[in-house]
């Protein structure tokens, strides 16, 4: 009505008149945010996590500089299309794949694998989009937890088994019966402190992870100090170390 103030009603019993007007207000406070950092420190970008990137990128530059100066890089001789070196050996960044190029044909091993394991790596970060990471290996189900992960690694073994005409792919057999190991230590040790409790606390996605990451490694390690000529198995202390 002209002339007269609307009132503001604040008590939500109240009735309203007439003459008052309703507001609506919305608690944008009560909605749960992507990230609770109730009782954390915030640290800003910048300058705090640029800042210690940086730090740590000039960190890594000094090293290699100073790598590059104690020890000289391995040179060999001009290339000579009429002389094949034996073994011929990509950088160490390939040798995992030229590893996998003994056991399989160059499609499952330059193609299909590789193309698994890059696929397998960009889902499972997607198996569980909150921030907290729940623990595989603890709480009620964890015998049958470890059950499904020691059925899951004994398919895998009898695949690495049978599948290479090569013979048994004993790098991922070793693998993966090394992780089905560690993973049961919270069975033996227990779940409430030491190893076993760091073990039981990992989530899922991070064994998986380590079992791409584990393999990739021994393959690369094998195909660097274990392959002489004719890619046959070495010792490096008694054969000597192929380039």
Same mark, same amino acid.
């Given at each position: 009505?002209?002339?007269?103030?609307?009132?503001?009603?604040?008590?939500?019993?109240?009735?309203?008149?007439?003459?008052?007007?309703?507001?609506?207000?919305?608690?944008?406070?009560?909605?749960?945010?992507?990230?609770?950092?109730?009782?954390?420190?915030?640290?800003?970008?910048?300058?705090?996590?640029?800042?210690?990137?940086?730090?740590?990128?000039?960190?890594?530059?000094?090293?290699?500089?100073?790598?590059?100066?104690?020890?000289?890089?391995?040179?060999?001789?001009?290339?000579?299309?009429?002389?094949?070196?034996?073994?011929?050996?990509?950088?160490?960044?390939?040798?995992?794949?030229?590893?996998?190029?003994?056991?399989?044909?160059?499609?499952?091993?330059?193609?299909?694998?590789?193309?698994?394991?890059?696929?397998?790596?960009? +889902?499972?970060?997607?198996?569980?989009?909150?921030?907290?990471?729940?623990?595989?290996?603890?709480?009620?189900?964890?015998?049958?937890?470890?059950?499904?992960?020691?059925?899951?690694?004994?398919?895998?073994?009898?695949?690495?088994?049978?599948?290479?005409?090569?013979?048994?792919?004993?790098?991922?057999?070793?693998?993966?019966?090394?992780?089905?190991?560690?993973?049961?230590?919270?069975?033996?040790?227990?779940?409430?402190?030491?190893?076993?409790?760091?073990?039981?606390?990992?989530?899922?996605?991070?064994?998986?992870?380590?079992?791409?990451?584990?393999?990739? +490694?021994?393959?690369? +390690?094998?195909?660097?100090?274990?392959?002489?000529?004719?890619?046959?198995?070495?010792?490096?202390?008694?054969?000597?170390?192929? +380039?």
């Amino acid at each position: 009505m002209p002339g007269v103030d609307p009132k503001l009603v604040l008590d939500p019993a109240a009735v309203p008149g007439p003459d008052s007007v309703r507001i609506t207000v919305v608690d944008e406070e009560s909605a749960h945010p992507l990230l609770d950092t109730t009782g954390d420190e915030g640290l800003t970008t910048v300058p705090h996590l640029v800042m210690r990137e940086i730090v740590a990128f000039c960190v890594l530059v000094g090293a290699i500089a100073l790598l590059s100066y104690l020890v000289d890089a391995p040179l060999r001789d001009v290339a000579n299309p009429s002389k094949t070196p034996n073994p011929a050996k990509a950088p160490w960044y390939f040798l995992g794949l030229q590893e996998l190029l003994h056991y399989y044909p160059p499609i499952i091993s330059g193609i299909v694998l590789p193309g698994l394991a890059v696929l397998a790596l960009m +889902v499972v970060p997607y198996f569980d989009i909150n921030i907290h990471r729940p623990a595989f290996l603890s709480g009620a189900h964890f015998r049958r937890h470890l059950a499904a992960v020691w059925a899951v690694g004994i398919v895998l073994i009898v695949g690495f088994l049978v599948s290479s005409a090569a013979g048994p792919v004993w790098p991922l057999i070793g693998t993966t019966l090394f992780l089905l190991m560690v993973i049961s230590v919270p069975l033996v040790a227990g779940r409430e402190r030491g190893p076993g409790r760091w073990i039981a606390t990992r989530s899922l996605p991070f064994w998986i992870f380590t079992w791409f990451v584990l393999s990739a +490694v021994v393959l690369t +390690v094998i195909g660097t100090f274990f392959r002489g000529p004719g890619w046959s198995f070495v010792m490096p202390w008694e054969g000597g170390f192929h +380039v």
